[in-house]
């Protein structure tokens, strides 16, 4: 990985936590001026600790190392789902509950990641898993921007991206790295990647 391409996954790490992080902060001021703190203000404290401890295990399936004798529990990655959706306006449907590969849930994290981008006013995301993984995003309107979505299906890897968009950088290259090729299927309400071995 590039020295460019680390500081902008670092950026977008940065950006995720700033507002959980900034929660917990108006939590704690909200407990000092209250002399101790009601329920309002613990729930505050509660539930942003719990957003921003989900956000960085997520970030660490699908940013950190994976190797391929790597495995990780499906239910590990539905909890992980549920916490950063609980006030979310993109909603998560993870299907799978056996184990699977590190690489694969990283694969699939990234690209719930990029498909998020396309759902500007909310949906929800499915991942499922059998001859193939499947990511399939539904929303009221599908807005996907093709100069990122279209480099992902070829797998092209050397695009310049936004901090904000790194994800659609690392994609193709976890796809190359586990031997998979990609299937993007695109409507106005719909949007499917589909990830089998070459």
Known sequence: MSRDLATLVGSRICHDLISPIGAIGNGVELLSMGGGGGTDEIDLISGSVEQASARIRFFRIAYGAAH???????TEVATILRAMSAAARVQYDWTITGQMSRPLAR???LSAQCM?????????????LDDALHVIGNADRIAA????????EDLATEHVHS?????????PRAVLEA????????????????????
């Open 68 to 74: 391929a004798e790597q495995t990780i529990a499906g």
């Open 116 to 128: 998020e981008s396309a759902m500007p006013g909310g949906g929800q995301i499915t991942v499922m």
């Open 145 to 152: 921007d093709p100069a990122l979505w279209l480099p992902l």
């Open 163 to 171: 901090a904000a968009q790194v994800q659609f950088a690392l994609l």
């Open 179 to 198: 031997g998979l090729t990609l299937t993007i299927m695109q409507s106005d309400t719909t949007i499917s990647m589909q990830f089998r071995e070459t």
């Open 107 to 109: 694969i699939a994290l």
